[in-house]
Every structure is written in structure tokens, then in C-alpha cells.
């Protein structure tokens, strides 16, 4: 099983960043795909997943409004768009496979991992 995120970078506040995640070595639509996110010191916390198999999606408080998942399962990859980035948004972003829904995606779900990718806000 592969995850490969893309789409990291540098970027002013305010601005936006869509990541990607191509997922290979299991049955994309059969799995729950989430973005997680760590800065050094602190735990990883969840960004958005998404469920492969009925499409539903769950966002923390914090993320609800900024930031968007889709998929595109002819391409087996998963998405994150980010808007009205700030500085505290800063982290590396990882996506994650896990065989079963859950409300609130928790992380002990997920057992199939990207290396991640970093995201810099700039202020």
C-alpha cells in the first residue's frame, strides 16, 4: 500500500494550497481516506476525511469553512483544498487510509500512512 502526498509548499496568509493524495495498493472506494496534519512537539491532529464507499465527510470545528475534500476515484486520489490560510496552519500534511468508517475519523483508525508533505504559511 502507497500514499503519496503532493502539492505542499510556501505560501502567504490568506492564500490557498490544494493537496493531493494517490493511493495505490488497496480498493480505493472501499476505504476512508483522511488528512492529517503535525508541527513538531505537538500531536497529529485530523484536518478532514472522507469516506470512499458513500462519500461522507467529516471536518473538526476548527477546519469547517476553509477547507474542502473530494476525490477522484478514477485516479484513486484524494484532495484538500485550503483556503484563507494562516500561520498557524503550518505543519506537514499526511493522508491516510483506514478500512472502516468512523464519525471523527480517530487517528487509531488509520493504518496506512504518506510521508507527508509541508505546508508553510507565511505571514
Known amino acids: 500500500v502507497q500514499l503519496v502526498e503532493s502539492g505542499g509548499g510556501l505560501v502567504q496568509t490568506g492564500g490557498s494550497l490544494r493537496l493531493s493524495c494517490v493511493v495505490s495498493g488497496l480498493i480505493f472506494n472501499d476505504y476512508t481516506i483522511g488528512w492529517f496534519r503535525q508541527v513538531p512537539g505537538k500531536e497529529r491532529e485530523g484536518v478532514s476525511c472522507?469516506?470512499?464507499?458513500?462519500?461522507?465527510?467529516y471536518y473538526p470545528d476548527s477546519m469547517k469553512g476553509r477547507f474542502t475534500i473530494s476525490s477522484d476515484n478514477a485516479k484513486n486520489t484524494i484532495y484538500i483544498k485550503m483556503n484563507s490560510l494562516k500561520p498557524q496552519d503550518t505543519a506537514v500534511y499526511y493522508c491516510a487510509a483506514a478500512a472502516v468508517w468512523s464519525h471523527r475519523c480517530p487517528i487509531e483508525y488509520f493504518g496506512f500512512w504518506g510521508q507527508g508533505t509541508q505546508v508553510t504559511i507565511s505571514s
Open positions: 472522507m469516506s470512499n464507499v458513500d462519500g461522507r465527510k
